[in-house]
């Protein structure tokens, strides 16, 4: 899972009992070589699914991280495309890759922006927020966003009941769970927290309206159903 250069299994324990903002300030250097980073085969076929739905202006991408998105955005954007993320050491990260975008130091709870945007993108970032934290994130987003805006982002289909990737999702959680309820900080990641039908109903009450997509280069599941889709919310006038 981890090339040579990446974090040591000591760094990565370090991280998880560090606060969110801390733990990534510590695994930024090594994030890119790690498979936390949203992989260009997912974000190549993102960027040409977006194109038919521009053109854009400028770009947001929302808990930048290393700075992948804000690839994405250069592509698609005719402006200026900023990085928004709240780790330091991330942004410095993203800073050293891609110095020619605009970053930002901001929880993505409190985003300081104001109808400031065309396209928003967020890539492998939803589980450090709690459901009860989504609708003051979606209701940012929506304020960051110019009226016709569209907040965009790549959604796998959930694992299969029973899986090997299901029971390791299970087994994910439940650990993060136990560690948050025996030491502080707390450190929120969870892979099962992030639903389809409640994030599409939270989209709305936010005020976008919700279309989806299949990423047919992704291909499709046995039973026909889309391995990824494309979730393209759009802000309503």
Not at 68 to 91: H, I, K
Not at 130 to 138: A, D, H, I, K, S
Not at 211 to 236: F, I, Q, W
Request: glycine share 8%.
């Amino acid at each position: 899972m981890f090339t040579p250069s990446g974090p040591t299994f000591r760094e990565l324990a370090v991280q998880a009992l560090s606060s969110i903002e801390h733990g990534y300030d510590l695994l930024a250097p090594k994030f890119d070589e790690t498979p936390f980073r949203t992989p260009d085969r997912l974000l190549d076929p993102v960027v040409r699914a977006i194109r038919p739905l521009g053109p854009f202006g400028s770009g947001l991408d929302v808990c930048c991280g290393t700075g992948a998105g804000v690839r994405v955005l250069r592509e698609l954007c005719e402006d200026e495309v900023t990085g928004v993320d709240f780790s330091a050491g991330m942004l410095a990260e993203a800073k050293a890759t891609y110095p020619w975008a605009t970053w930002v130091q901001a929880d993505a709870l409190a985003l300081p922006f104001t109808e400031a945007f065309d396209l928003a993108v967020s890539f492998g970032a939803f589980g450090h927020f709690l459901p009860g934290e989504r609708p003051t994130l979606f209701a940012r987003i929506h304020r960051s966003l110019r009226p016709g805006g569209r907040f965009v982002f790549p959604l796998p289909a959930p694992a299969r009941v029973g899986s090997r990737l299901y029971w390791a999702l299970w087994a994910f959680d439940t650990a993060m769970r136990v560690r948050n309820l025996l030491w502080r900080p707390t450190f929120v990641m969870y892979y099962r927290t992030f639903r389809l039908s409640d994030v599409m109903s939270e989209l709305g009450r936010a005020g976008f309206t919700v279309e989806l997509r299949p990423l047919e280069e992704l291909g499709r599941l046995k039973d026909g159903s889309p391995r990824c889709r494309l979730v393209v919310a759009t802000r309503r006038g």
